[in-house]
């Protein structure tokens, strides 16, 4: 079989249905995800074990076919002049599964994005740190992509990223971008922000918050005059300073409590929700870091943060059931799909009564 031609119909349909994700697993027929839903594609044979070794062959060059083998999964991007994908294989009783995430080849304004426009103004900043949060899948590295555009389009930096795998590939601005790949251009992130120091970098995006010493030299970097991006797979803000500080040992806490309430800008906690006109719009809670709020991450008080952020409307902070509220007041989303992506239900039902 020519397995070129099947992932090229493959990425045809996936184009033509507007499809975020595309799964291939031994004993399926080829899926994709259209708006959170799963579709079978019967028109497509039913995959074999050669089907899906020869879909990996196409996707994978030798050095990552070599990692899989060896490490028994992988992470990876690809593309055509058409469309690109982050993807994953893996093992599953033995045989390989497939996993494509379809990546936007144009990075989206904040507008295009239903995002707030307030968070133009943490591009704006010398140095600090700026967390994007929420569960997979749900847009974080695209939001980063496109508050990091703003800056390559109107400041000239020297922004470096660090990725695993790269996803965006940005195209030329006022500024300089190094995009580096984790295990293709370095070892590992902890290593490239090592060496970050020395290639007078202004801006930097760690793709996601990994270990102790990551995240340690990540908030480091924030400090030393620059200004840090970076993920985390958390649900709101008060997690998100629990999880950071929770990674380092206890003798250390009070430590960093002292360096993320000073260098901390904001977390932006995001969900994408299905709309009821089609597509998905995203939901969101955001954290600005004002006196009160580092005075509470100090003082290992972060439990009191959502009342902060509830009552800080007009410095811009919002929080999710309330933009939650506001989706369904407007007919974006249904009642019945804000209540399931609500963490506080009966706070919810008060906003919209």
Do not use: W
């Given at each position: 079989m020519n397995y070129k031609e099947l992932l090229d119909n493959l990425i045809k349909v996936i184009i033509e249905e507007n499809g975020s994700d595309l799964h291939l697993s031994v004993g399926?027929?080829?899926?994709?995800?259209?708006?959170?839903?799963?579709?079978?594609?019967?028109?497509?044979?039913?995959?074999?074990?050669?089907?899906?070794?020869?879909?990996?062959?196409?996707?994978?060059?030798?050095?990552?076919?070599?990692?899989?083998?060896?490490?028994?999964?992988?992470?990876?991007?690809?593309?055509?002049?058409?469309?690109?994908?982050?993807?994953?294989?893996?093992?599953?009783?033995?045989?390989?599964?497939?996993?494509?995430?379809?990546?936007?080849?144009?990075?989206?304004t904040l507008q295009e994005l239903n995002?707030?426009?307030?968070?133009?103004?943490f591009t704006q900043k010398e140095q600090g740190f700026f967390l994007v949060v929420g569960p997979v899948g749900n847009g974080k590295t695209t939001t980063v992509a496109s508050m990091l555009e703003i800056v390559n389009q109107n400041v000239s930096n020297h922004i470096v990223t660090i990725e695993d795998p790269i996803e965006y590939v940005f195209s030329k601005g006022k500024s300089i971008i190094d995009q580096r790949e984790v295990e293709t251009d370095t070892v590992d992130f902890?290593?490239?922000?090592?060496?970050?120091?020395?290639?007078?970098?202004?801006?930097?995006?760690?793709?996601?918050?990994?270990?102790?010493?990551?995240?340690?030299?990540?908030?480091?970097?924030?400090?030393?005059?620059?200004l840090v991006f970076s993920t985390l797979h958390t649900n709101d803000a008060?997690?998100?300073?629990d999880r950071i500080i929770d990674v380092f040992p206890a003798g250390q806490q009070t430590q960093i409590r002292t360096q993320l309430a000073g260098s901390l800008l904001g977390i932006f906690s995001q969900r994408l929700i299905p709309r009821i006109s089609g597509g998905v719009i995203p939901a969101y809670e955001l954290l600005i870091k004002n006196t009160a709020v580092a005075n509470l991450i100090r003082e290992a008080r972060t439990y009191e943060i959502p009342n902060v952020i509830e009552t800080a409307a007009r410095e811009?902070?919002?929080s999710l059931d309330k933009s939650l509220s506001d989706l369904v007041r407007v007919g974006e989303i249904t009642l019945?799909?804000?209540?399931?992506?609500?963490?506080q239900v009966d706070r919810l039902d008060r906003m919209l009564n």
């Amino acid at each position: 079989m020519n397995y070129k031609e099947l992932l090229d119909n493959l990425i045809k349909v996936i184009i033509e249905e507007n499809g975020s994700d595309l799964h291939l697993s031994v004993g399926y027929n080829p899926a994709i995800r259209v708006n959170n839903n799963l579709f079978f594609l019967k028109k497509i044979n039913v995959l074999t074990e050669d089907d899906v070794v020869g879909i990996m062959n196409e996707l994978l060059n030798t050095e990552y076919k070599e990692r899989f083998l060896r490490e028994k999964e992988v992470d990876f991007s690809c593309g055509t002049d058409k469309i690109r994908f982050r993807g994953n294989c893996f093992f599953s009783i033995g045989t390989i599964g497939i996993s494509l995430r379809v990546i936007s080849k144009k990075i989206k304004t904040l507008q295009e994005l239903n995002l707030p426009p307030i968070l133009e103004s943490f591009t704006q900043k010398e140095q600090g740190f700026f967390l994007v949060v929420g569960p997979v899948g749900n847009g974080k590295t695209t939001t980063v992509a496109s508050m990091l555009e703003i800056v390559n389009q109107n400041v000239s930096n020297h922004i470096v990223t660090i990725e695993d795998p790269i996803e965006y590939v940005f195209s030329k601005g006022k500024s300089i971008i190094d995009q580096r790949e984790v295990e293709t251009d370095t070892v590992d992130f902890a290593t490239a922000l090592k060496f970050v120091f020395r290639q007078d970098a202004d801006v930097l995006m760690i793709g996601e918050m990994r270990g102790l010493e990551t995240i340690s030299t990540a908030v480091t970097a924030a400090e030393t005059g620059h200004l840090v991006f970076s993920t985390l797979h958390t649900n709101d803000a008060a997690q998100t300073i629990d999880r950071i500080i929770d990674v380092f040992p206890a003798g250390q806490q009070t430590q960093i409590r002292t360096q993320l309430a000073g260098s901390l800008l904001g977390i932006f906690s995001q969900r994408l929700i299905p709309r009821i006109s089609g597509g998905v719009i995203p939901a969101y809670e955001l954290l600005i870091k004002n006196t009160a709020v580092a005075n509470l991450i100090r003082e290992a008080r972060t439990y009191e943060i959502p009342n902060v952020i509830e009552t800080a409307a007009r410095e811009g902070m919002i929080s999710l059931d309330k933009s939650l509220s506001d989706l369904v007041r407007v007919g974006e989303i249904t009642l019945e799909d804000a209540k399931r992506y609500s963490l506080q239900v009966d706070r919810l039902d008060r906003m919209l009564n």
